[in-house]
């Protein structure tokens, strides 16, 4: 039986069985891992209360050598960031920034740099949850940039001429933005307009903690997230339902 202490937030759970759960974890020491939670569904289980979404623990996991789920078997909540889940707007941003993680990073492999920059982000939410969308686009700029998928913004990733005051598009597998003449046809692609360009540069460049100071109007703020995160989706060939869900019970007003 292979045990480990780790150092963890919870991406989501679901039902298993008819008293237990699987919860998936971003950890410090391992990476995101899954594991099975014995109990948890019956009334007077005492880890309930640790497997909120993005609720930060300290887990006591288990394994056999030929498992694949890890066992919880114990828990001591460092952080229930309660203040993030008291509002609608916050509790679906952070449903949002879990499917990120979920989607995107390898299960099994460790990035201390990604769990850092996870918790500066909810920092940063219970600060300033008004800049929720600007924190979703620079918190999937930088994780791109720690799984080794950054984007070229500054060139095109083709002819490498300079990008600056041009409609770029984004186009996944081609490493980031290409000039209008580059961008060829055929392939998925993003528009996106010199302002929107700018503001992502600064958002990747910004720490996190900063990144209120941008201000930007709703719908241009909605367009630009929509985008970052329909270019994660195909880098990574993953589909995020969160997002659809996202827009349909936060729409936005008529301008």
Same mark, same amino acid.
């Given at each position: ?22 919860? #998936?974890?971003?950890?410090? #020491?391992?990476?995101? =891992? ?5 109990? /948890? $569904? ?8 640790? /497997?909120? %979404?993005?609720? !930060?623990?300290?887990?006591? %996991? ?14 001591? /909540? ?26 995107? &990073? ?19 939410? !219970? ?13 999937? %700029? ?19 001429? &300079? ?10 597998? $081609?490493?980031?933005?290409?000039? !209008?003449?580059? #961008? ?23 720490? =996190? ?19 970052? /995160? ?6 990574? !060939?993953?589909?995020?339902? &969160? ?5 349909? =019970? ?6």
């Amino acid at each position: 039986m292979n045990f480990v202490a780790a150092q963890g937030m919870v991406l989501g759970a679901t039902a298993y069985s008819e008293a237990d759960k699987i919860v #998936q974890l971003y950890t410090l #020491q391992l990476g995101r =891992v899954r594991a099975i939670v014995k109990g /948890i $569904r019956k009334p007077k289980s005492k880890l309930a209360s640790s /497997i909120d %979404l993005f609720t !930060e623990s300290t887990f006591s %996991l288990h394994k056999k050598a030929s498992g694949s789920l890890y066992v919880l078997g114990q828990a001591k /909540i460092l952080n229930g960031y309660a203040d993030l889940k008291k509002e609608f707007l916050q509790i679906t941003t952070l449903q949002v920034l879990a499917e990120m993680v979920s989607q995107a &990073t390898p299960e099994g492999e460790p990035h201390s740099e990604i769990y850092v920059l996870l918790k500066e982000t909810l920092g940063a939410l !219970e600060k300033e949850p008004k800049s929720n969308e600007l924190l979703l686009m620079a918190f999937a %700029l930088k994780l791109m940039e720690f799984l080794g998928y950054p984007l070229e913004l500054e060139i095109c990733a083709e002819c490498g001429e &300079t990008l600056e005051k041009k409609k770029v598009y984004l186009i996944p597998h $081609r490493g980031g933005a290409l000039c !209008e003449l580059c #961008q060829g046809s055929g392939s998925v692609r993003f528009q996106v307009t010199p302002m929107g360009l700018e503001v992502l540069k600064k958002l990747r460049r910004t720490l =996190v903690n900063r990144v209120h100071v941008l201000k930007l109007k709703p719908h241009f703020s909605r367009q630009l997230l929509f985008t970052v /995160i329909g270019y994660l989706e195909r880098t990574f !060939e993953k589909s995020f339902k &969160t997002l659809e869900y996202y827009s349909k =019970v936060l729409p936005l007003e008529r301008e």
